[in-house]
T-cell receptor, first 114, second 111 residues
Framework: NAGVMQNPRHLVRRRGQEARLRCSPM?????VYWYRQLPEEGLKFMVY????????ESGMPKERFSAEFPKEGPSILRIQQVVRGDSAAYFC????????????FGQGTRLTVV | EDQVTQSPEALRLQEGESSSLNCSYT??????LFWYRQDPGKGPEFLFT???AGEEKEKERLKATLTKKESFLHITAPKPEDSATYLC????????????FGAGTRLAVHP
């Protein structure tokens, strides 16, 4: 049973380019969460999605960031016009379609903006 | 404001020297407290979930406990392979399913 799969593991983008981060949840999981970890800081919640729905995006920056979880395919976190401050590790987690269960994390995508 | 504070920030132990990590929280309506382990360059690895005060869970050399204001992660006779950052997170009423994380405790166990 494969865990949460994220790709790419490492991504380098120049300032102004777009970054697309992908996350495939564990089998049987329909809830996906994105978190960001800045260097030497803790994990910060960004967005919570279920299939085709954004449930909570209270942690998403108002501009340039968007997320989706389509009926088919992986969840995508999209960052437009990246800036140096977007450099961070982005983690995806998934959980089963039940309340109050643990979330399992992927290995993350490390985004570097040059 | 909902908050999770972990202490100490860093802890250095000798192999076999038992100790405890602390996680204090201020949230309204706790719906679960979670402990994760994170190795450098890796994603958080789930360890425990605690739901109510008085609850305890164990796994190998680790034991997690919960009160109404804090949780402890006790490490008994640690080994070098227990070296990692230990993260505490809470889920709370009105927060949907999101987790609020503490900044973590970096544990180093030396032989």
């Amino acid at each position: 049973n494969a865990g949460v799969m994220q790709n790419p593991r490492h991504l380098v983008r120049r300032r102004g380019q777009e970054a697309r981060l992908r996350c495939s949840p564990m089998k049987g999981h329909s809830h996906v969460y994105w978190y960001r970890q800045l260097p030497e800081e803790g994990l910060k919640f960004m967005v919570y999605l279920q299939k085709e729905n954004i449930i909570d995006e209270s942690g998403m920056p108002k501009e340039r960031f968007s997320a989706e979880f389509p009926k088919e395919g992986p969840s995508i976190l999209r960052i437009q016009q990246v800036v140096r401050g977007d450099s961070a590790a982005y983690f995806c987690a998934s959980s089963p379609p039940r309340e109050d269960t643990e979330a399992f994390f992927g290995q993350g995508t490390r985004l570097t903006v040059v | 404001e909902d908050q999770v504070t972990q202490s100490p920030e860093a802890l250095r132990l000798q192999e076999g020297e038992s100790s405890s990590l602390n996680c204090s929280y201020t949230v309204s309506g706790l719906r679960g407290l979670f402990w994760y382990r994170q190795d450098p360059g890796k994603g958080p690895e789930f360890l425990f979930t605690l739901y109510s005060a008085g609850e305890e869970k164990e796994k190998e050399r680790l034991k997690a406990t919960l009160t109404k204001k804090e949780s402890f992660l006790h490490i008994t006779a640690p080994k070098p392979e227990d070296s990692a950052t230990y993260l505490c997170a809470v889920r709370f009423s009105g927060g949907y399913n999101k987790l609020i994380f503490g900044a973590g405790t970096r544990l180093a166990v030396h032989p």
